[in-house]
């Protein structure tokens, strides 16, 4: 995505194209966002209340799905060294 992303393009370009289409095909989906401005933003929080979304608290690394993936990972990982 080219230029700033504004909350206007956030809706127009990632959201009803994208967003709302895939969470319309998951029945009881929960999406998840951080707190950036375009995510917060009356334009966006608007549409999205057509979703049911999970609340993210500001620079919340303990809510970061990412994390819990990496660490199931490096337990089903066998051990790798270098000689």
């Not at 959201?15 to 009356?42: E, K, M, S, W």
């Not at 500001?58 to 337990?75: A, G, H, N």
């Amino acid at each position: 995505m080219r230029g700033t992303l504004t909350s206007q393009r956030y809706v127009d370009d990632i959201f009803r194209p994208h967003v709302g289409p895939f969470l319309n095909g998951l029945p009881g989906a929960i999406f998840q966002q951080d707190n950036a401005r375009p995510h917060t933003a009356r334009v966006a929080q608007d549409f999205l209340r057509h979703f049911q979304t999970l609340l993210w608290p500001s620079r919340s690394p303990d809510l970061s799905p990412v994390e819990y993936v990496w660490d199931q990972l490096k337990q089903q990982m066998p051990s790798y060294h270098c000689t």
